[in-house]
C-alpha cells in the first residue's frame, strides 16, 4: 500500500473521517430543503380572449406593459402569464383586425391568480384601442383558504407601525396568536425566505422597513402543502419592486436632518440606472441594473444565508 493509500485509509476510519462526512451530511440536509422548498414570490395572470359573439381567439397577444410579460392565447384563447411580481398592471389584448383592449389598474397578489377576460370588437380604424380600467373585486374567486391581503396603499394609511401590529388588526389574530396557536406555530416569509429564529422559535421581523412593503398577505387557515413548519398561520411578505420611469425622492420633513445631507454630500457617485438631483433630492429610476452595474461589494450570498437561518 502506497504511502497516499495510507493516508487516505487513516482518514477515511478515523474519528476525525467520519466526523467530518457526518458534518457534509448535515449541510446537505440543512440546504437541501432550502433549495427544493423556495415559496412563491410572485402572481398569475390567467384569462380568455374572444370577440363581441364570444367566439375564441387563437394567438391572441396578451402583454404586461412596461415589462417582457406577455402570452399568446390557445386554441381556446386562454392564456396564461407566469411570474408576475406583486403590484399594479396595464394589460393589453390585441388581435389583427380587432380593437386593442387595455384593462388598467390590475392588481396581482403573491400565489395568486388574477383572472382577466377580454372581448373585442371588430376594429373600424387601425389601430384603434379601448382603455377600460378595473374595479378591484371585493372577494377572490381564487382564494380557497382565508387569506387578507393589505396593499401597499392600505399599509401607508395605516395609524400602526411594523408588519406584526398590521397582522395582528386582521380578523384571528390576537399579539401574534392565529386563531389560538402558540406564537411560535406561525411562519412568516419574507420575499419567499422564511425568516423564523431557528434559537428562540420566534420570527426576525425588526428589519423590515414599512416603506418597502408592496403588500402583506396573511392566512389563517386551510393553507396549501407548500408551507410547511406552521399549524398556526403564515404571513407573505413580498418587497417593493421599482420599475423604469419611477420617481423617488426624500420626504419633505426627512430633507433637513443631517444624517441625509451628510450621505448625500459624501457619496457623489453617478449611476447609469439612476438619474439623482442633489439639490431636490429626487431621483428617477431609468432601468434594472446588471449586477456589473453595481459596484458596492455586495455579498448576496451571505444575505441569502442570514434569510436562510
Not at 401590529?165 to 412568516?188: A, E, K, P, W
Amino acid at each position: 500500500m502506497t504511502k497516499n493509500n495510507k493516508q487516505k485509509f487513516v482518514y477515511k476510519y478515523s474519528f476525525g473521517g467520519r466526523i467530518m462526512r457526518k458534518l457534509r451530511m448535515l449541510i446537505a440536509l440543512v440546504l437541501l430543503p432550502t433549495m427544493m422548498f423556495a415559496q412563491s414570490t410572485t402572481a398569475k395572470l390567467a384569462g380568455v380572449v374572444a370577440d363581441a359573439d364570444g367566439n375564441p381567439l387563437v394567438g391572441a397577444n396578451v402583454v404586461v406593459e412596461g415589462s417582457n410579460l406577455g402570452a399568446a392565447t390557445d386554441e381556446l384563447g386562454r392564456y396564461y402569464i407566469l411570474d408576475v411580481p406583486v403590484g399594479s398592471y396595464d394589460l393589453r389584448a390585441e388581435y389583427i383586425g380587432y380593437t386593442t383592449v387595455i384593462e388598467s389598474g390590475v392588481r396581482t397578489s403573491v400565489g395568486f391568480t388574477t383572472s382577466v377576460d377580454f372581448n373585442l370588437d371588430v376594429a373600424a380604424v387601425a389601430g384603434q384601442a379601448v382603455t377600460v380600467t378595473r374595479e378591484r373585486p371585493l372577494i377572490n374567486p381564487n382564494a380557497t383558504n382565508t387569506t387578507r391581503v393589505v396593499d401597499k396603499e392600505l399599509i401607508d394609511a395605516f395609524a400602526v407601525r411594523g408588519v406584526s401590529n398590521i397582522v395582528n388588526l386582521q380578523t384571528g389574530v390576537v399579539n401574534g396568536f392565529f386563531r389560538g396557536s402558540r406564537s411560535g406555530d406561525s411562519r412568516y416569509y419574507v420575499d419567499g425566505v422564511p425568516v423564523k429564529d431557528v434559537y428562540g422559535g420566534g420570527n426576525l421581523l425588526n428589519g423590515n422597513s414599512q416603506a418597502a412593503l408592496q403588500e402583506i398577505s396573511v392566512q389563517t387557515g386551510g393553507f396549501s402543502a407548500e408551507y410547511g413548519g406552521a399549524n398556526g398561520g403564515i404571513v407573505n411578505i413580498p418587497s417593493y419592486s421599482l420599475r423604469p420611469g419611477d420617481v423617488i425622492e426624500v420626504r419633505e420633513k426627512s430633507k433637513a436632518l443631517e444624517s441625509i445631507t451628510d450621505s448625500v454630500k459624501a457619496n457623489s457617485s453617478s449611476y447609469e440606472w439612476l438619474e439623482f438631483s442633489s439639490d431636490s433630492l429626487k431621483g428617477t429610476f431609468v432601468a434594472v441594473p446588471e449586477r456589473s452595474q453595481i459596484p458596492e461589494n455586495i455579498k448576496e450570498q451571505l444575505i441569502v444565508e442570514l434569510y436562510s437561518k
